[in-house]
């Protein structure tokens, strides 16, 4: 039981390095031909979104958990 959680934690973890990777690859991409502020808009808006999936995430989790 904890280490089904230890897991998806880890796996939560994961893809959190993966989304925030590709918003850097995507951030060196677009700064070519972007100015920096909507290169830093673009960046937040991304990880607000992937809060947004995390604690939808979490969420799931813990009802997806027997009480």
């Known amino acids: ?8 934690l ?7 390095v993966v989304m925030m990777v590709m918003i850097f ?5 677009v700064g070519h031909n972007r100015s920096a502020s909507t290169d830093s808009r673009w960046a937040s808006s991304g990880r607000r979104r ?3 999936f995390c604690f939808l ?3 799931l989790l ?5 009480h």
């Open 62 to 66: 813990a009802a997806m958990l027997p």
């Open 1 to 8: 039981m904890l280490l089904l959680l230890l897991l998806l």
């Open 50 to 52: 992937v809060m947004a």
């Open 25 to 29: 690859r995507q951030r060196l991409i």
């Open 57 to 59: 995430y979490i969420v």
């Open 10 to 16: 880890l796996l939560l973890l994961l893809l959190r």
